[in-house]
T-cell receptor, first 116, second 115 residues
Framework: DAGVIQSPRHEVTEMGQEVTLRCKPISGHDYLFWYRQTMMRGLELLIYFNNNVPIDDSGMPEDRFSAKMPNASFSNLKIQPSEPRDSAVYFC??????????????FGPGTRLTVL | AQKVTQAQTEISVVEKEDVTLDCVYETRDTTYYLFWYKQPPSGELVFLIRRNSFDEQNEISGRYSWNFQKSTSSFNFTITASQVVDSAVYFCALSEAAGNTPLVFGKGTRLSVIA
């Protein structure tokens, strides 16, 4: 089975440009998470969805960040306008609801974003 | 609030040595889950183990073993007879048990295994 798919794997852009990161969760998974990894802050949650509905976006740093999940097979994270401090690795993860327990989150390969 | 502490920032061992990576967590929940992930130099996050708070049995998987002790809020990870391929950053993480909640990660421990 295919794992979580993210694209692009690497993105280099200039400050002020719009950036779109894409994620395809594992088929059948109903939870999708976006995390960001930086040297200073480590791995931190940005936003997560259940059945395509955003549940908690308190980790989204600013209004420049937005995320959508138009269907069960796709989510995107947009940064507009991008700034050098947005440079990080962005991970998408998905998991499946289990009655009465927490399932494992499986991560995509990540998108390494560099904003010049 | 939940918190995960991995006090060892970097560890270096010689191949075939045993190594233990420490993880201490804080939570007010009585039911929770603990995880370990591996991040090799290629950058992906690889799931290693999930353990719920009611299961304190130690687990062994090949050269890997995990020791969960609720009394000390620790979930330590031991690699026996380490190999160069074990070189990676290892993350311990915690989540609530009520539904698929986000993971709270430790800062990670970078393990270097030298041939």
């Amino acid at each position: 089975d295919a794992g979580v798919i993210q694209s692009p794997r690497h993105e280099v852009t200039e400050m002020g440009q719009e950036v779109t990161l894409r994620c395809k969760p594992i088929s059948g998974h109903d939870y999708l998470f976006w995390y960001r990894q930086t040297m200073m802050r480590g791995l931190e949650l940005l936003i997560y969805f259940n059945n395509n509905v955003p549940i908690d976006d308190s980790g989204m740093p600013e209004d420049r960040f937005s995320a959508k999940m138009p269907n069960a097979s796709f989510s995107n994270l947009k940064i507009q306008p991008s700034e050098p401090r947005d440079s990080a690795v962005y991970f998408c993860a998905s998991s499946l609801t289990r009655t009465g327990s927490t399932d494992t989150q499986y991560f995509g390969p990540g998108t390494r974003l560099t904003v010049l | 609030a939940q918190k995960v502490t991995q006090a060892q920032t970097e560890i270096s061992v010689v191949e075939k040595e045993d190594v233990t990576l420490d993880c201490v967590y804080e939570t007010r929940d009585t039911t929770y889950y603990l995880f370990w992930y591996k991040q090799p130099p290629s950058g992906e996050l690889v799931f290693l183990i999930r353990r719920n708070s009611f299961d304190e049995q130690n687990e062994i998987s090949g050269r890997y073993s995990w020791n969960f002790q609720k009394s000390t809020s620790s979930f330590n990870f031991t690699i026996t007879a380490s190999q160069v391929v074990d070189s990676a950053v290892y993350f311990c993480a915690l989540s609530e048990a009520a539904g698929n909640t986000p993971l709270v990660f430790g800062k990670g421990t970078r393990l270097s295994v030298i041939a």
